[in-house]
Every structure is written in C-alpha cells, then in structure tokens.
C-alpha cells in the first residue's frame, strides 16, 4: 500500500467522518466546523472540493450517501440534536463551469432531544428510509414516501434500547429470508449494565421492530458495529469496536414453519483481535467483505483479511481437516499508522 | 486464538500530530484516511489539513502491466474452455503449451519495462521500472520450474534436460559474455576468456565450449595434445535422448563409462600442465569443491544444483530432487545469509510442495495476478487435490476473487474481472453482482456496457438498478425521453408513470411533445403504466389527426375517455382537441359518439363546479373555462344535429 495523494481538506476543525458514495466518485466530509464538504474527483483523478456548506450549529459527526437510485442525497448528524438530509440540485450552467453544485436542505429531523451520534440509509430494498440513534438511547427510522419529494419523512419506528447509543448498521442481506435487520451499539461504560450491542427485527405481524439478540458477551463501550456484505450466506457477519475488535456470526435458527415469534440466533464469536491495545472506534468492511478494517487508540488503521472468515461456511462444515497446510493469506493484516515528524 | 501469517506490512501516513487518531473510509480499491479524535464528544481540536487517498495495488496503473493482465486475460479464458472430459495423457500438451503462452506474456512485459527503464529520463521511475523487472524476473523463473516439476512433470532423464534449458534461460548474461570476447580482436586473450568456457560447460553447452577451446589450441600448438584429449571428452559426453531408443539405464551405463575415463585423464595428470583444462576436468567429475570455486559463475544455488546434477546425477528422479536442492542450497549460501524468500519458493518447488510454493509467492510477491494464473493451471492440471482434498477448488477460487477484485478497481480493466468472476462457481457471481452496481456509470454508452453483461447473466436486481439509476439522473438533467426510456428498462411503473405526467405537463404549456421518437415507438413497453399508456395513445391522436385520419382519430380521443385510460385532470384538454374535429365539414363524430362526448363533458363540468376544488382559480381563468364549455357545447350540438341528418340520409 503507498500514499497515492493527499488532498488539503481545509476544515476548520477536526473531520469527523468521510463518506463515500456508491460509485466511488464523490466524497462527502464533516467537521467540528459545522459544515459539510462534498468532493468530486476530476476525469484526471484529482479531487475538487464541488460544495461546503455549514449544515449544523453544532459537531457533525457522520455524513452518508443515499443509494443513487434516489439522486443526489446526503443525511448528516449532529450534536446540535438533529439530522437533516440534503439534496443537490442540478445548478445553473454557470455554476457547473465553475465547478459547483448546489445542495438544498430538504428536511431537519429534530425528534430527538440528544446529539444524534448516527445516521445511516436503510438498504436501498426497503425505500428510501433514515435512520438514527441518538445519546438518550433512541432509535429513529424515518420513511420518505415519494421518492421525488424529499421534504415529506414521516417518523416510522421509534425504539428505545435503554442505553446510550452511538452507532447502528443495517444488515444489507436482501435475501427473503432475512426480516429486515439492524444492529444498535452504545457506548455506555458500565459494565453492569449488559450487553452493548442489540440487534432488532423487523416483525411481520406486529409491523414493528423487536430486539432479538443482545451480545451478552460485549460488555465494554461500543464505538461502531458493521454488518457484512452477505455474500448470499444463511448467516450473519457483524464486527465490533469496542476495546478490542470483534467479529461476530449470527445464524438464524430454523424456524417452525408455524411459528410467528421472533427469530432466534446461534451467536458465536469468530474472531477477536487486541493488537490496537487500548480502544477500537471504527470497523469498517469493503465492498466484498474480503476485508475488514479497524481504527484504535494506537493510531493505527489495521486491515484484517480473514480467508476463514469469508468461507466460514465451508470450514465449518470440514472442520476436522482445518489448520494444517493451507494457510495461504489466512489471515494477514496491513497497518497505517501515523509518522510523527 | 489468533495467529498471523506473516508480519504485516506497515504503510507510513505523514502526519503532524501525537495522540490523535486516524479515521478511514472505504473506496474501491483505496483507502482515505485522516486525522481525527474519536473521544470527546463535542470536542474541537485544530482543523486537519489533509485527507490521504491510500491505494493498494499500484501495478494496476502501469501501462505496461496492463498489456500482462489483457493478454493473459485471453489466455486465462482458453485454458477454461479445455474439455473436462480429455484423459488427462491428452491435456498435458496443452497445459504445457498454456503455460508458455503465459510466460511469453511475462517476457515481453519484462522487455518492454527494461526498454523504457533504460531509455527513462527520470531516475525514479527508471528505479520503478527496474524493480518491476526484477520482479517479472522472479516470477518467470519461478513458473519455469513449475512447469518443468508440476506440468510437464518431465520423468527421470528428461527431468535434467528441462532444468538445464531453465538454467540457461535465466542465466543469459553467458551470451553477453561471449559476445564481448568473441568480438575482441583475439578471443583467446580476452581476460573473460576461461570464464566464458567454464560458463558454458556449467551449464552443459559443451559444443559452444568445444569451439571456444578451439580458438585457444590453434593459439597454442604445443599444448594441441591436451586441448585435443579436452575436446575428446568433451564430445564423448553423453546427454540422454527422450526421444531416442536408448534405455534409461543404457544411457547410465554409458554415462559412467564417460565418467570413468574422464576421472582417469584426472589421475593421470594429464591436463597438470594447464590449471584452466585442469578445472575443466574436475568440473566434469561433477567435484563439489571446483564447482563451488565458481560461485560467481553460478551466481546462484540453484544453477550449482542443476550443474551439480548434470555431471553427478543425470538420472536424477523426481521425488530425489528434493534432498539435492536442500544440500546444495545449504552449501551454496554463506551460513551467515539466510535465504530470501525466492530461495524458499525454488526450494519448496523442488520439494513438489505446491500450496508451499503458492502460499510464499502470495506474501512475498503482493502480486494477485502470478498465483492467481499459476494456481488456476494447477488447478486444471488437477495437481491441486491430490495435495489436499478439501481446498483445492477453494484456493484457486479465492486467488482469482482477490486478482479480479483488484481489477474491478481499475477504470478500464474491471471488464477482464467479469470473466474471472464466471468462472469461480462458488463466489464469483456474488462478487460480480457486488462489483459491478459501483462500476461509475459516466456515460450512457458505459452504463449500456455494464447492462449488458448484467443481463447476459440474468442479473436482473443489478439491472433495475441501474436503470433507475439513469433513469433518476437523466430526471434529474431534465432529459426527460431517456429518463423514460432508462425507467422503461428498469420496469419501474411509478417512475415511468412520473415521467408521462412531465411529458403531459410539458405538452400542456409548450402545445408540442419532445422526444416523439421514442414516444412514437413505445410499442408493448406502453402498457408499464396506466399514464405512459395514456401518453402513447394520446401521442398516437395527434399523429392520426395529423395524417388527416379524422375517424380514427375521433374514436381514439372518445375511447381515451371512455375506458378511463386518460385521467380525469386531462379531459378537459381532451375536449379541446375534440374541437377541431367537430368543426369540420365532413362529420366524423357519429351521432352516438357525440353523445358519449357529450356525457363526457357533463360529467367534467359537475365536478369541475363543485366551489372547494376551483376556489383559488382566479375570476379570469375561471371565464375563459366558462367560454370553452359552452364553445364545445355548442360545437357537439352542431355536429349531433349533423350527424343525426346524415345518419338518417344514409339509412334510407
């Protein structure tokens, strides 16, 4: 790996969160400077800060992209108690030639009466839904209806798990037999107070949201939870930051044909990694799952590549043969880390 | 409960400040990452003035690698289409000649990169470039050899032959050498001159020594005896002859013959009188000594062990390979040099231990597309499983997902990925799909390429996509007939039926249609939506009327209205068009077509004068309403009053 560039970022404060979008073209950035920037890379590679705007009276923490199949769309939250969602509009000729684009803000979700600690795009399957969670412990999930009016978004769900929370993920699987599913973490120190990460599911019947799983064994602060890319598996993959790194695997339990309760899981740690010594604040997957990395106290970004991981299935399944000659990228990891000048 | 491989490597981030930490995201084959804090909350710190874009696979951007990935792109897919139902006798030519193609591959990559190293201007990238051939270098080598040992699997006898052709091939600097001293005006004198023949008889080219010793009797005739007696044993050397009708153990007997007499002319001192014949001779004997006094002739171990085999163990087997290349590896290397990882590779090639050999070149080369390819030959070859039953098939799938993945990066390349992807049966399909919706759709004609093979592969969820995709930014452009088009092959009702309410609009203020082409064409795609339905038939009046198709025309309108198809917000317009054809001469509208228009406008206007719906329209708009009802009701009264003359002229 090698540094291909860096690009001035010219916040006025720390940057708190980079997004991505879907293709990989533009780059969203927020900031304790209570703006957002969005960046677009040029035909040559480079990339051009194309707007910034202050979006908040308070910290952004996260910045995401809508799938592009509702347009142009940004969701942003803050600690000023709100998220908003952002829309870019295709601007006069005179503003493309100078390499701008507009965003308009097309609503301010201020349900919550705590900073909203994040905000993340339900699967693209389900709509165009939001969602939140906030430090008061509650989870929003917001639904625009018309996909061309993007001021209207009526508040769907609203869960309280109980403790303060600090990040949430949606499972991406879009298979049919996987009820809508996200993941909930808080970052709550007390130990005493249980597990740190839920998981809920969406319940056919009932129509809402059910708590089915609460990792009992995750008692630390949570930082950030991500889901996997499903990778057309019958499980579930999910990593946490918490002091350490973890992975998870969450497999449905067969269900009696009949029964119309909550799904249960075999849960079942996978992996557990302590090389960044102290604290993990951010887990993060690539697009194929292939690799997952980290972010820690130690300043390090370590890259984790599980070959067992990815083929959990298969191994499973020949388990008394694993572990002698293969080990061919079995798991090897790559750090960045910081060069103090 | 974990354990690594192999130590990491580490990538150095500039950076300003201690104690803070780094944060990350994502992108398709890179990493950004920036200095953040992650513990305050609300915390305000300085700004951080840069975001790092860090990239993985830098071969990817090199124009000259890119001729490597395309060209054994192609024959990456032959190799797929060899037949499975060959015995295998049949195959092995083919394999074998497989695995030259892809080597010539690597050699002409390997002599463009040295050409443009050497012609460079820029010192650093002629650095670049050099280390890129070092590294091209190292992997012919290495598949040489795996094709001699795995592919070929040459037997005992043959075996020795290949490694020889493997030595000299990689070995060539002999040539240049020979070159120079052949080109100097005395050859004999030529300070290289004895290491050129010792080069030669190293690597078993006895007739280029032969004509080189040659060179040095005529110089000498007082010493022509023993030049002679070298050249004898020389050309009594016995090479054995795959081909040939001679036996194996025949060839030994004979060889041993030769090796005893050269041992005799060794005991009798015969070649005393010159140290280099002298050499010579106890090279042929195969001594472990003189050979190792040319090291920097050998340049390598494993050219001491094939020159060692040649004139100790030109029968050598297969399976004895392994315990020569350990020895001769240890005696070769300095006990103070441990061996580098192309040491290790050659030698776990040697020991025919392939997941071995596959397992170090992923760590040491972080080069996806030399494992990939080789352990996908392999894999063909079937040599895979019967090293180990269960991850055969899985190693060589997950080699080629980790190479097509690194292509799916690249702007151009990620369309040689696709092929990769179809043929790893477990996983390639769902890392297609995953790949190719983040394939940028730049351009239409791109977005028609990635449609394409998402639909020869049925991947229909992937091509709603990114059709809805188009179609929402054309929307958003205001080109309103591809966003129609775009949403037509998505199947996406709503947005289509979005869509025809925007042509509808649009031809409401402007009086004309944009896009009649494809409007005109819709053909069956029509019956997506109830208000594209509309549109098209609505589309299809005009042109009627314009043909001068009155009677069609009229019945089309008046269906329009009557089987509910045109929304009520449009009869109105409807109506209006009806006009013109009411105040023809001819009568078109029937006498109970006028009817049905008539009942069509009561019921308009009734709900039209319901005060809730119309209170905000102004006085004016409300008059010109006014007139355009009673126009038209004047309009149908004039016709039915016509139409019911005429009907009754002709019914009589």
Known sequence: MFVARSIAADHKDLIHDVSYDFHGRRMATCSSDQSVKVWDKSESGEWLCTASWKTHSGSVWRVTWAHPEFGQVLASCSFDRTAAVWEEIVGESNDKQRGLSHWIKRTTLVDSRTSVTDVKFAPKHMGLMLTTCSADGVVRIYEAPDVMNLSQWSLQHEISCKLSCSCISWNPSSSRAHPSMFAVGSDDSNIASGGKVQIYEYNENTRKYGKVETLMTVTDAVHDIAFAPNLGRSFHVLAIATKDVRIFKLAPMRKESSSTGPSKFEVQIVAQFDNHNSQVWRVSWNITSTLLASSGDDGCVRLWKGKKLVHLQQEHRRLPSVGNRLQCSDRFLIFLRWVHD | MEEVDVEPTITNIPALRRGKHMGFAWGQGNIFVYETLFKATGATGSGSPFIHEVRKDEDIYSPILRKLFNESHHIFVGLQTIREDLPSKNKKPQFVSI?????????????????????????????????????????????????????????????????????????????EKARDVLQSDSPAEHRDYWDVVVSYVLQGRLDEARQMLGKKATLTPAANNIYKMMDNLLSKMPFYNPGGTQTLTEFDVKWRHWHEEVDRCLQDNSFASN?????????????????????????????????????????????????YAQSCMTMFLDSRSAPEPLDSILLAAFEFDIHQVIKDCSIALNNWWFVAHLTDLLDHCKLLQSHNLHFGSNLREFLLLEYASGLFTHHSLWQLAVDYFDHCLEFGRVYLELQIERVPLDTERKALKVLRICEQRQMSEQVRSICKIMAMRALRNNRLGSALSWSIRAKDAAFATLISERFLQD??????????????????????????????????????????RFKEAAKLLLSLMTAKIAPRSFWMT????ALPLLEQKEVIFSADQ???????????????????????????????????????????????????????????
């Not at chain 2, 064409?521 to 549109?535: C, E, I, K, Q, V």
Request: glycine fraction near 4%; hydrophobic fraction near 40%.
């Open chain 2, 99 to 175: 695995s030259k193609n892809y080597r010539s591959v690597i050699r002409a990559c390997m002599e463009e990169l040295q050409q443009v190293a050497v012609s460079t201007k820029n010192a650093e990238m002629s650095v670049q470039y050099g280390n890129q051939v070092s590294i091209l270098l190292a992997i012919e080598l290495i598949w040489n050899l795996c094709e001699v040992l795995f592919i070929d699997a040459a037997p005992a006898g043959s075996l020795l032959l290949h490694l020889l052709d493997w030595v000299r091939l990689h070995k060539a600097d002999v040539d």
């Open chain 2, 275 to 323: 140290q280099h014949l002298e050499v010579i001779c106890k090279i042929l004997l195969g001594d472990e000594d003189t050979l190792l006094e040319h090291k920097d002739l050998l340049g390598t171990w494993y050219h001491f062990l094939v020159s060692r085999l040649l004139f100790c163990h030109p029968t050598v087997k297969p399976t004895e390979l392994h315990y």
């Open chain 2, 507 to 548: 031809y409401c203020a402007k009086g004309t249609f944009s896009d009649l082409d494809l409007i005109d064409n819709l053909g069956p795609a029509m019956l997506l939506s109830d208000r594209l339905t509309f549109l098209g038939k609505y589309r299809e009046f005009h042109k009627l009327y314009g043909e001068k």
């Open chain 2, 574 to 577: 409807l109506l209006t068009d």
């Open chain 2, 594 to 652: 006028t009817y049905e228009l008539m009942f069509c406008l009561e019921e308009l206007t009734s709900s039209l004068n319901t005060p809730s719906s119309d209170s905000d329209k102004s006085m004016q708009e409300e008059d010109v309403e006014l007139t355009k009802v009673e126009l038209l009701r004047l309009a149908l009264s004039r016709n039915l009053a016509m139409a019911i003359v005429k009907e009754g002229t002709v019914e009589t």
